[in-house]
């Protein structure tokens, strides 16, 4: 160990130290007089008061006086009995002054205020009848349904009308182009028979099979002019005839067809 750690630290004076201690007790006795001084200069004498009393003499009092007898109490003398007066005779009374000037002018009775009129009640909204309003929506559908109904008919009538004027026009076309067609077949059947000699006008009728080609499956006569020999020329034409002419419309095609044939056509007994 060194020998500067055996020695003890030496306290050292904290500077200003001893100047703060001075100043604390200067100010210590300075509060010290201003106290003793302060209290003495404000210290005053209470004054003191004094009653003196001396003795009163025991020969100045008097005892009071005793209180005086009571007086009889005198007895009330009796009233003397009043004499009737004598009532004079009573003067007639002096005519009112105007009565009393029409008794001071009465004042006008005050004019009764208008009464207020009464308030009108007011007319609170009508509640909806539910009941009437729902009948009425369900008569104004029943109506608009008819209605509807009606337009519907018309429609459906007027489309039925039409449908039934173009079935009409079409049927006539129809039957105009199946008379057209049915007249080529019978020119190119006629082309094909040659003369008979048949007395009178003779009707001969056929039912021609074909197919949509034109061309003959069979000729089957369904009405006999009569004459043998004119029918089998007919028949005999027709065959050779195949394939017969088709229509310009395709929908005037018939499979089946039935053919008139006379020796003089035109005339009134030969109709195809």
Not at 90 to 95: I, Q, S
Not at 96 to 103: F, G, N, R, Y
Not at 150 to 171: F, I, P, T, Y
Request: with cysteine.
């Amino acid at each position: 160990m060194k020998a500067g750690t055996d020695m003890p630290f030496e306290r050292r004076a904290e500077p200003g130290k001893r100047k703060a201690l001075i100043l604390a007790i200067l100010v210590h006795l300075l509060l010290a007089i201003f106290l003793f001084f302060g209290i003495r200069w404000q210290t005053k004498h209470e004054a003191v008061e004094v009653e003196l009393w001396s003795d009163v003499p025991q020969g100045a009092y008097k005892p009071p006086p005793p209180p005086p007898e009571p007086k009889p109490v005198p007895k009330p003398e009796p009233k003397p009995e009043p004499k009737p007066e004598v009532k004079p005779d009573p003067k007639p009374a002096p005519k009112p002054d105007i009565v009393l000037k029409e008794e001071k002018k009465k004042p006008e009775p005050k004019k009764e205020e208008p009464k207020p009129e009464p308030k009108k009640e007011e007319k609170k909204p009508e509640t909806p009848d539910w009941q009437k309003e729902l009948e009425r929506d369900q008569r104004d559908l029943k109506q608009r349904q008819r209605e509807q109904a009606l337009k519907e008919q018309l429609s459906r009538e007027m489309n039925m009308q039409q449908a039934a004027g173009k079935e009409a026009a079409a049927a006539s076309s129809r039957s105009k182009g199946l008379a057209s067609y049915v007249d080529k077949i019978r020119a190119k059947v006629r082309g094909n028979l040659g003369f008979v000699s048949v007395s009178g006008n003779p009707t001969a009728k056929f039912l021609v099979t074909q197919l949509p080609s034109g061309e003959i499956i069979s000729a089957r006569m369904t009405r006999s002019s009569g004459v043998p020999a004119y029918d089998s020329a007919v028949e005999r034409a027709i065959m050779k005839s195949s394939p017969l002419p088709l229509p310009d419309d395709k929908s005037a095609f018939h499979r089946e067809l039935e053919l008139t044939f006379c020796p003089q056509e035109g005339t009134s007994g030969c109709s195809p």
